[in-house]
């Protein structure tokens, strides 16, 4: 599978240290504050980023599982996002249900990285094919730079065809 060129050009705004930022300003202000960005992004796989800094610390001194639930889901939804660019008809997605687990304390930037994207791919296939709502879960691991991990998720997606 390879992407169209309005996935490709949606794929570098959002991998871009420029053009993203300005995204969240104006459609996540709290990814903004929080310093979240989108490392590598391609249909098989989605890296996602926070920093530990002063507004993300939690009284123990880490990351506040808040903070890295955003950047998590960051991570699973922006292939969302790539899978229904373009498409015809028009599909919107939402969260269904959300799973977590925090092993280790988040001292450090902590990098998410989700490799279920074709997942989303086909969720989108499925539901512009059958005209059906399909949903989709993706997990992702949220590591420190030594490769510590710190938490992982599982984000369910449903899809569904926009009424025309």
Do not use: H
């Not at 969260?95 to 001292?107: E, G, N, Q």
């Amino acid at each position: 599978m390879s992407l169209s060129p309005k996935q490709q050009k949606l794929a570098r705004q959002l991998t871009n240290g420029v053009v993203f930022p300005l995204f969240l300003t104006r459609s996540l202000p709290m990814g903004w504050i929080a310093g979240l960005r989108v490392r590598e992004l391609n249909e098989e796989k989605c890296t996602t980023s926070v920093p530990f800094k002063f507004l993300n610390k939690n009284p123990f001194k880490s990351i506040y599982f808040a903070v890295q639930s955003m950047a998590a889901e960051l991570s699973t939804a922006t292939p969302c996002m790539l899978a229904i660019t373009g498409k015809k008809p028009s599909v919107a997605f939402i969260i269904v249900d959300l799973k977590a687990t925090f092993s280790k304390k988040a001292t450090g930037r902590v990098y998410f990285t989700c490799e279920d994207g074709s997942k989303a791919f086909a969720a989108v296939e499925k539901c512009i094919e059958t005209g059906d709502s399909a949903e989709v879960t993706l997990k992702t691991v949220g590591k420190m730079k030594d490769g510590t991990v710190v938490s992982e998720f599982e984000f369910t997606w449903s899809f569904k065809q926009r009424k025309s």
